[in-house]
């Protein structure tokens, strides 16, 4: 499974666009990227997927390039709710490999301001 | 449509002993697999199991083991419980030969004195 690297943490304040992004410059043919959130003491949150090119759901969008060695989660106009760590996953996770073990890494903690 | 859920919450346990861990999946998923949480940390994988076998296995001692039952429900069990065993256990559920995320519980918070 391919490795990833996203910042430690990052700042933002209510009603900003957040981007998070991840590197994962080893990833195979066949992963695709998956995005969790997870709030203290909860479990983590599916919040999108994708393989290549742009993905949008109502919480979120994923960029991905084209070389898909990096990919971008995008949070629009963030509240203080949204405050929580986002792991970045890169894995043979999608359809036939749905049942893959997950390889978190430490994430990124979003820290949302007033 | 009940999401996984896993009991206990909370658990303490001393140094030695042995605990058992609860969990049932989402509805219509056949699949339950085990990560171990520790503080600041991203989950790590511990096993799976899919028609009662374990079907993979992470970098986990032997004094943890599991097993699944008919209704896809699972357990978890660690036998002679080191410190180091404190942390947060989740289960994840999801649906074998599917293209569907895995879903997880909130998790037991088993704490070692």
């Known amino acids: 499974l391919a490795k990833t690297t996203q910042p430690i943490s990052m700042d933002s304040y209510e009603g900003q666009e957040v981007n998070i992004t991840c590197s994962h410059n080893?990833?195979?043919?066949?992963?695709?990227i998956t995005w969790y959130q997870q709030f203290p003491s909860q479990g983590p949150r599916f919040i999108i997927q994708g393989y290549k090119t742009k993905v949008t759901n109502e919480v979120a969008s994923l960029f991905i390039p084209a070389d898909r060695k990096s990919s971008t989660l995008s949070l629009p106009r963030v509240s203080l709710s949204d405050t929580a760590v986002y792991y970045c996953?890169?894995?043979?996770?999608?359809?036939?490999?749905?049942?893959?073990?997950?390889?978190f890494g430490t994430g990124t903690l979003l820290a949302v301001q007033p | 449509d009940a999401g996984v859920t896993q009991s206990p919450t909370h658990l303490i346990k001393t140094r030695g002993q042995q605990v058992t861990l609860r969990c049932s999946p989402k509805s219509g998923h056949d699949t339950v697999s085990w990560y171990q949480q520790a503080l600041g940390q991203g989950p790590q994988f511990i096993f799976q199991y899919y028609e009662e076998e374990e079907r993979q296995r992470g970098n986990f001692p032997d004094r943890f083991s599991g097993h699944q039952f008919p209704n896809y429900s699972s357990e978890l069990n660690v036998n002679a419980l080191l410190l180091g065993d404190s942390a947060l256990y989740l289960c994840?559920?999801?649906?074998?030969?599917?293209?569907?995320?895995?879903?997880f519980g909130d998790g037991t918070r088993l704490s070692i004195l």
């Open positions: 994840a559920s999801s649906l074998t030969d599917s293209n569907q995320p895995q879903h």
């Open positions: 080893n990833i195979a043919t066949n992963d695709y």
């Open positions: 996953l890169v894995g043979d996770i999608g359809y036939g490999g749905a049942t893959n073990k997950l390889i």
